[in-house]
């Protein structure tokens, strides 16, 4: 399925070329093309991973991404969001939905407010809707043993807010989740990109990207006993990494994100049906 679709994308990309010169550029480009030696990165290069990279970028990213494997590669689409559990229990929904806002804009969601309250439960006002990100009987609950994890609810309702929003933008792009606990990551992926990941054999099946669902105890999570599971930068899961720590490596983090969506050319940007 994948490789119909790829090929189809292909003879697309021919058929807009305009001029001759145009079409030697493409040869030349697709000859420096680091992407076309590796399979997994040059599929979800046609699936439209690099869709919304400016053509200012695209080489460096390209080049970036290409000596590693997923998911540990120097990712420059925009598609990633570091986080971990503690951050998003503790009052980081915010900030994590604010990272996520400028891949958002893109895909034509628009975060326009953020309020977050916390008392005896967690809640999130996200453009006026609220959602409980967790209650108190929950964490209680866990705390006795009973078949709940905080994480697992939390990821759960805050990626379920995020996937509605796209859904009713009409957006193909849904936020998976790949690992967890601290070694959780967040990334924009449509179904064919996911399912692709699902079916690479260059992809080992706990790093394979998934929805979070409200199943306990592993929320969607794929075996994590299959291999070693998805480690981000050094700080993020650092058992000696403080909450306030952490709490400022998503502010270096949002500070990247919006360096980068500066070089974006969002006027020419793919359009998405």
């Not at 420096?32 to 979800?44: A, P």
Request: aromatic fraction near 10%; include cysteine; proline fraction near 5%.
């Amino acid at each position: 399925m994948a490789k119909n679709w790829i090929a189809k994308r292909k003879k697309n990309k021919k058929t807009t070329t305009t001029t001759p010169q145009s079409n030697t550029n493409e040869e030349d480009e697709e000859d420096d093309d680091v992407f076309k030696y590796d399979e997994l990165k040059s599929t979800l290069e046609c699936l439209g991973y690099m869709d919304y990279v400016s053509k200012e970028i695209l080489v460096s990213a390209k080049k970036a991404m290409f000596p590693h494997h997923w998911p540990f590669w120097d990712d420059r689409s925009g598609r990633r969001v570091y986080f971990d559990e503690e951050v998003l229990i503790k009052k980081g929904g915010g900030k994590f939905i604010s990272n996520l806002s400028h891949f958002l804009k893109l895909l034509g969601v628009e975060i326009n407010s953020i309020e977050e309250h916390l008392d005896d439960d967690y809640r999130l006002i996200v453009n006026g809707k609220e959602i409980l990100v967790w209650s108190k009987e929950e964490q209680e609950a866990e705390k006795a043993g009973e078949p709940v994890e905080v994480w697992g609810v939390t990821m759960v309702r805050i990626f379920g807010l995020i996937n509605e929003m796209l859904e009713q933008v009409g957006s193909e792009e849904r936020l998976y989740a790949v690992s967890g606990f601290d070694g959780l990551a967040a990334y924009f992926l449509t179904a064919q990109m996911a399912d692709f990941m699902h079916e690479s054999m260059e992809v080992e099946i706990a790093d394979r990207p998934y929805i979070p669902v409200m199943e306990y105890p592993d929320y969607g999570q794929p075996d994590q006993n299959d291999t070693i599971a998805f480690e981000p930068p050094p700080g993020f899961s650092s058992p000696f990494t403080s909450l306030e720590e952490k709490l400022k490596m998503y502010d270096e983090e949002m500070q990247r994100i919006e360096k980068e969506f500066d070089l974006r050319d969002l006027k020419n940007r793919p359009k998405k049906k």
